[in-house]
């Protein structure tokens, strides 16, 4: 029984994306951009005009937890 050989490169560190997978990391990273800014800015008005509740409590939450 032979060992199976092995054609990747053993000093290769990163993989560069290109393609499709490419474009989902871009779409992905300027959506989660856009959801930041969005939230920050509800919050802000939210927490100035005294009308913080609990469902922006929750939406705080879950844009921190996908951070």
């Given at each position: 029984?032979?060992?199976?050989?092995?054609?990747?490169?053993?000093?290769?560190?990163?993989?560069?994306?290109?393609?499709?997978?490419?474009?989902?990391?871009?779409?992905?990273?300027?959506?989660?951009?856009?959801?930041?800014?969005t939230?920050?800015?509800?919050?802000?008005?939210?927490?100035?005009?005294?009308?913080?509740?609990?469902?922006?409590?929750?939406?705080?939450?879950?844009?921190?937890s996908?951070?």
């Amino acid at each position: 029984m032979s060992m199976p050989v092995s054609t990747a490169d053993p000093t290769a560190r990163t993989i560069t994306p290109n393609g499709l997978p490419l474009a989902i990391l871009v779409i992905s990273t300027v959506f989660l951009g856009l959801s930041i800014i969005t939230v920050s800015l509800r919050t802000y008005i939210r927490i100035i005009k005294g009308s913080f509740g609990a469902d922006d409590g929750f939406m705080v939450a879950g844009c921190v937890s996908t951070v």
